[in-house]
């Protein structure tokens, strides 16, 4: 490796580590390390949830598709930025009117009581696991093309950063970190297209070359794919990580409706220019680096385009898309643990103090069971349909029928919830998803019909007399 490279490399690194670190001074009860105090203006806003989006999906992940596939994979994934806008629309200005809220499970409390609270906190942290040891695959995936080094010691230090900034300094270390990150992400993966289209690609016989090497598939709507397959997975995409546990805290750390309403709708924007360049440098890989495959073709082609001095840069920027998801993933997990679990289930009365420590160390045991994930996963948007499918079918009907309408019992929204797992782990583990759909559909459809169906069956005096709203969430 040329020692510029490593240079660049490791610099970047060090400057993530010193501004995350330098975070914690801010950080003094659970409002600083859960949702940064809820002062974040909409810009902030933006740039976190847009690094918090850009992870190994939208890096790894749409290289390797837009090698294999071609852009049929972007005509998919536009499905994240529909999702970013109608929740801008219509329910981050709603979410952040629940004063108090730290997470999903803190709203699912509200409408549904204590024992939906503690159902969703325990999904949210799996979720948390499940999403993290995705971002831990690519980074070791990144290290091992960049530093030629054996994936599990790639998967370890970049974790391992990730770790330390995030146990310290909760949302307010991800926030800042995250601001770099977007940063050196929005301009590095653009600058390496741009070197593409102008450079290498003229050099290689020209645009009309290289449309006339690739298959013709890579250029049309479905592609590769049947009609069945393509909407089951663009419902996997608008759906699977709608609402998730590492965007909702954003929502909650805006200083007011209308900065988390903006936020969102900006990172919608921007989704969809920043996935065309990482899904264009996938298809230009397939005919320039014929040779690789799979979750390593983004980072070879970056290394393949680019100058001596810059490829540090930008295989940093590239680990920033994943260290981004991954330290707001990790923060998560530890908040979840204390208001979600520890909290309802051993000691209401927690002191800051000790809340602050079991989010600490609850950020390092995830870390260490998501890297064992990472080393089972068998690729990063593999692991990412996953842990969308089954979060989807077990939290997204009651959570947004209960922001949105508000009337359901306790009843109709516990056992929403377990329909919706039920039904995923029937379509996807006994049935093998027939028809080629993904469990997530099948799951939504039972969670939404189980609701209504328990909610005619209950009335309000049904409500369990332990259940006070005020016990866990005030909307106001």
């Known amino acids: 490796m040329e020692a510029l490279n490593l240079f660049g490399f490791i610099l970047y690194f060090l400057i993530i580590l010193a501004v995350g670190l330098m975070a914690v001074k801010h950080v003094k009860n659970m409002d600083d390390f859960a949702i940064a105090r809820g002062i974040i203006p909409w810009p902030i806003v933006f740039a976190t949830m847009v690094a918090t989006f850009l992870g190994g999906g939208s890096t790894l992940g749409m290289g390797a598709m837009g090698s294999s596939v071609g852009y049929v994979f972007f005509f998919i994934v536009v499905a994240f930025a529909i999702q970013f806008i109608l929740a801008g629309v219509y329910i981050a200005p709603t979410l952040k009117q629940y004063n108090g809220a730290y997470t999903v499970a803190d709203v699912m ?41 054996p994936l599990v010691w790639g998967v370890i230090i970049g974790i391992s950063v990730a770790i330390i900034y995030s146990v310290a300094g909760g949302l307010f270390a991800v926030i800042h970190t995250d601001i770099i990150q977007f940063i050196t992400l929005g301009f590095f993966l653009p600058l390496a297209l741009l070197i593409a289209l ?15 090497t ?9 592609g590769v794919f049947p009609w069945t397959v393509f909407l089951s997975l663009f419902l996997a995409f608008l759906l699977g990580e709608a609402l998730a546990p590492i ?54 082609m970056l290394i393949h385009l680019l100058p001596v001095g810059l490829v540090g840069a930008v295989i940093a920027a590239v680990l920033a898309a994943l260290m981004s998801t991954a330290d707001s993933t990790l923060s998560a997990a530890g908040v979840i643990l204390v208001q979600d679990i520890y909290k309802p289930l051993v000691n209401k009365e927690v002191s800051v103090k000790t809340q602050l420590l079991l989010a600490r160390i609850i950020v390092l045991i995830s870390g260490v069971a998501a890297t064992a994930f990472a080393l089972w996963a068998p690729g990063v948007v593999e692991a990412l349909v996953i842990v969308y499918s089954w979060w989807a079918a077990a939290i997204l009907v009651p959570l947004i029928l209960g922001v949105l309408w508000g009337k359901g019992t306790p009843y109709a929204g516990f056992c929403a919830m377990l329909g919706g797992i039920a039904a995923f782990s029937i379509w996807e583990y006994a049935l093998n998803q027939p028809y080629g759909f993904t469990a997530i559909v099948p799951g939504i459809l039972i969670s939404f019909v189980v609701f209504f169906i328990v909610n005619a069956l209950t009335t309000k005096s049904s409500i369990v007399p332990s259940f006070k709203p005020e016990n866990y969430i005030t909307k106001g």
Request: proline share 6%; with cysteine; hydrophobic share 55%.
């Open 214 to 222: 690739l298959p013709a598939t890579h250029f049309t709507f479905l």
């Open 247 to 300: 965007y909702v805290p954003r929502i909650f750390a805006a200083k007011a409706p209308r900065h988390a309403r903006n936020g969102m709708l900006a990172s919608a924007g921007f989704m969809l220019i920043f996935m065309f360049c990482t899904t264009s440098l996938g298809v230009f890989a397939h005919v320039l680096i014929p040779d690789v495959a799979g979750d390593p073709v983004l980072p070879s």
């Open 198 to 212: 102008f450079g290498r690609i003229p050099a290689a016989g020209g645009l009309d070359s290289i449309y006339a």
């Open 109 to 149: 409390g509200f409408h549904y009581g204590k024992t939906t609270r503690l159902l969703s906190g325990f999904i949210s942290l799996l979720y948390c696991i499940g999403m993290l040891g995705a971002m831990v695959l690519g980074m070791g995936v990144v290290l091992q093309v960049f530093l030629g080094i």
